[in-house]
């Protein structure tokens, strides 16, 4: 009984989110190359919703959900959770968000991320925003990072960097190869890294100012890009 439940759940969510039809925008980038810190800028600016990955995995542990503990077991190794715990998450959070332009952060991470996605939520991003960085400055600062995170110790930090090279990257190679890669340079100081990442959100500020749509302005330069 309760399987039939669960099936006509997840149907019922895969279906609202198709209606949606969101607006969606991967955030990639090694371990500390500052995916989070610029999300927030572009939140500010241009009314996305931000959803990390990783956040959303933490705070399922938190919640005490029966998940937690091999989550937890998972991100002490740098290993990657299996995406359909990983997109019920990202699911959930975008229907109960009341917005349809989403940043997601992290994910996917791995092809099984990349293809379960797709599948599962006949969602395409628009584009794929990836943050380029040394793995020197990436240790740099994950060790100064300071929040706490049981997985910012240089032994894990290190399988991190493995995983990334190893999993991620080609994920980033396949939407590279479909032209949907908006590559920046993330070693530079954060201010620096944000007007890179501005100018392709709103590539003519100048028409915001004036009174232009955001919407009008991002779908424009999709088009442009595409
Ligand atoms: N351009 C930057 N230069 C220096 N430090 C940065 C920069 N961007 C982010 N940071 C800092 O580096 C750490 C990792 O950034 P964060 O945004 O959490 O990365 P990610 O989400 O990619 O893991 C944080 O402590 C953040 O304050
Ligand atoms: N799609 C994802 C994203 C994160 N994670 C887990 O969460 C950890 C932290 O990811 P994160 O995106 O919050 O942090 P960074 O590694 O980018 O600093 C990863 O090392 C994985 O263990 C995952 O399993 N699947």
Redesign the pocket.
């Known amino acids: 009984m309760g399987t039939v439940v669960n099936a006509a759940n997840k149907e019922e969510a895969n279906r609202s989110l198709a209606d949606l039809n969101p607006t969606v925008v991967f955030?990639l980038?090694?371990?500390?190359?500052?995916?989070?810190?610029?999300?927030?800028n572009i939140v500010q600016h241009f009314g996305f919703t931000h959803l990390?990955a990783?956040d959303l995995l933490r705070a399922e542990i938190k919640s005490g959900s029966e998940n937690g503990t091999m989550i937890s077991n998972m991100i002490k190794e740098g290993k990657i959770v299996p995406s359909e715990v990983t997109i019920k998450l990202l699911q959930k959070a975008m229907l109960e968000s009341g917005n349809d332009k989403f940043l997601i952060?992290?994910f996917p991470r791995n092809e099984e991320n990349r293809s379960a996605f797709e599948a599962v939520t006949k969602v395409e991003p628009s584009f794929v925003l990836f943050?380029d960085?040394s793995e020197e400055?990436?240790e740099?600062?994950?060790l100064?990072?300071?929040?706490g995170r049981e997985d910012d110790n240089i032994e894990t930090i290190r399988k991190r960097f493995k995983v990334f090279l190893e999993s991620s990257l080609p994920v980033i190679e396949y939407y590279n190869s479909k032209g949907k890669v908006r590559k920046i340079d993330?070693?530079?100081?954060?201010?620096?890294?944000y007007e890179s990442v501005k100018a392709i959100f709103a590539p003519k500020d100048e028409k915001i100012d004036a009174g232009r749509p955001v919407e009008e302005v991002f779908e424009l330069e999709n088009e442009k890009a595409d």
């Open positions: 955030v980038g090694g371990p500390g190359s500052g995916k989070g810190t610029q999300c927030a990390s990783g952060d992290g943050f960085c400055e990436m740099r600062r994950l100064s990072r300071n929040q993330a070693g530079r100081p954060v201010e620096e890294v």
